[in-house]
T-cell receptor, first 114, second 115 residues
Framework: NAGVMQNPRHLVRRRGQEARLRCSPMKGHSHVYWYRQLPEEGLKFMVYLQKENIIDESGMPKERFSAEFPKEGPSILRIQQVVRGDSAAYFC????????????FGPGTRLTVT | AQTVTQSQPEMSVQEAETVTLSCTYDTSESDYYLFWYKQPPSRQMILVIRQEAYKQQNATENRFSVNFQKAAKSFSLKISDSQLGDAAMYFCAYRSPDSNYQLIWGAGTKLIIKP
């Protein structure tokens, strides 16, 4: 059973460009979570999605950030008009149908904004 | 709101010896989940051990065990017979049973293993 997949692993964007981060959950998992990790800090919750639904986006910045988890395909975290402060590691996690307290993490995408 | 505190930014231990990483948390809930995650240089987040607050018995996974003190809101991780591969950042995390998500994380402890 393949783990949570994230791509790209590293992404470099210039200020003002768009960043798209992809996450494919583990097989059989329909809950996806996105977290952001700034240097020297723990992870901060951003958004929780189920297929075609955003359940909780209380950790998402109000502007420039959006997330989706379509019926088919991976979950996408989209950052428009990136700024230097968006540079961070973005982690995706998934959990099984019906939830469950354990979240399985992907390897993360390191976004660098130049 | 719940908070998680890891007061040791860095710890070092001699290979084969035992080390304890501390974690305290603040919550008004009586039931919850606690986790220790390991993040090696590869940056993959790996679950090390978990504890349900309603269980009095401390969780154990091979060389890893916890000392869960519910009244003191303390959740320390003990690593026995430390190995070079244990070198990593270790994060303590909390999850409310009312929330199917939102792991709340400590800032992490960097563990260095001296050969």
């Amino acid at each position: 059973n393949a783990g949570v997949m994230q791509n790209p692993r590293h992404l470099v964007r210039r200020r003002g460009q768009e960043a798209r981060l992809r996450c494919s959950p583990m097989k059989g998992h329909s809950h996806v979570y996105w977290y952001r990790q700034l240097p020297e800090e723990g992870l901060k919750f951003m958004v929780y999605l189920q297929k075609e639904n955003i359940i909780d986006e209380s950790g998402m910045p109000k502007e420039r950030f959006s997330a989706e988890f379509p019926k088919e395909g991976p979950s996408i975290l989209r950052i428009q008009q990136v700024v230097r402060g968006d540079s961070a590691a973005y982690f995706c996690a998934s959990s099984p149908i019906g939830g469950g307290y354990e979240q399985y993490f992907g390897p993360g995408t390191r976004l660098t904004v130049t | 709101a719940q908070t998680v505190t890891q007061s040791q930014p860095e710890m070092s231990v001699q290979e084969a010896e035992t080390v304890t990483l501390s974690c305290t948390y603040d919550t008004s809930e009586s039931d919850y989940y606690l986790f220790w995650y390991k993040q090696p240089p590869s940056r993959q987040m790996i679950l090390v051990i978990r504890q349900e607050a309603y269980k009095q018995q401390n969780a154990t996974e091979n060389r890893f065990s916890v000392n869960f003190q519910k009244a003191a809101k303390s959740f320390s991780l003990k690593i026995s017979d430390s190995q070079l591969g244990d070198a990593a950042m270790y994060f303590c995390a909390y999850r409310s049973p009312d929330s199917n998500y939102q792991l709340i994380w400590g800032a992490g402890t960097k563990l260095i293993i001296k050969p």
